[in-house]
């Protein structure tokens, strides 16, 4: 299994008390498929991306990324393991207002300490994959909404992550632009092999997805796909 949450537990300080947001969360997500998280607002799905992106320490359990446990990791190894193993889309795009599509993509590539001749060309590579070859030289606010989710999503892949965690990209988006990103998402995860969560609370986008999971109140349950 290429993700693997196993009994997760997350609380997060409340006043005197805690709150839980995730409760006992088990979830494996194999190569080459997206499981879409459906649930209303406040029911933790954006925790689970972040536990399972190693950014938040659960209480307890445990999160497997492409067959490493990261329980025992310090911050400096899952620092290292996101970069190497994680793509991650957010919400809101986050791209630099002053650089265009594809420097957003080199500049990453610098971040990540793989910097390489070649990076140009992959960064253009996967920004046709993504649909935007004629945009690659336009800057954020040169683009739709809906172009900038896929600019976000074309950097999430650049170091050929194993997992890919996507939350909400339709959020902002008309259903016709929002049913293309997650289109997009389906075709690359099977392209690239990448084991890919879908967070959203969009039901009818998630047609074309492998698995359906619901989280109500921290619990996770099991949906059929709709389609
Ligand atoms: P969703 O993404 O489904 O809207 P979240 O994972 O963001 O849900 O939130 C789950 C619950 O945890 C909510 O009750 C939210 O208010 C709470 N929560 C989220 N982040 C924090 C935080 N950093 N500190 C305290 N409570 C939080
Ligand atoms: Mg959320």
């Known amino acids: 299994m290429t993700l693997s949450l196993h009994d997760v537990t997350l609380t997060y300080p409340d006043g005197d008390s805690r709150l839980t947001a995730l409760d006992n969360v088990s979830l494996d997500v194999p190569a080459g498929s997206v499981t879409g998280v459906v649930g209303p607002s406040g029911s933790g799905k954006s925790s689970l991306l972040a536990v399972a992106a190693t950014l938040i320490t659960p209480d307890s359990g445990e999160v497997t990324v492409d067959g490493t446990a990261t329980s025992g990791m310090d911050r400096a190894a899952r620092a290292a393991l996101r970069r190497r193993d994680l793509g991650i889309v957010f919400q809101q795009p986050n791209l630099l207002p002053s ?73 902002a988006l008309d259903r016709d632009r929002g049913a293309a990103i997650v289109d997009l998402l389906v075709t690359l995860t099977r392209q690239r092999s990448t084991a890919t969560v879908l967070v959203t609370h969009d039901h009818e986008y998630l047609s074309e997805v492998d698995h359906i999971v619901e989280m109500i109140d921290g619990r996770l349950g099991t949906r059929q796909p709709i389609g």
Do not use: F, Y
């Open 99 to 171: 650089l265009t599509a594809v420097e957003q993509l080199e500049v990453m590539a610098r971040i990540s300490g793989r910097r390489r001749p070649s990076d140009r060309s992959r960064a253009e590579r996967l920004l046709a994959a993504v649909g935007l070859a004629d945009q690659a030289h336009r800057k954020p606010q040169q683009l739709s909404g809906g172009q900038r989710q896929r600019v976000a999503i074309a950097r999430a892949l650049l170091n050929d992550p194993a997992v890919l965690l996507v939350d909400e990209p339709t959020s």
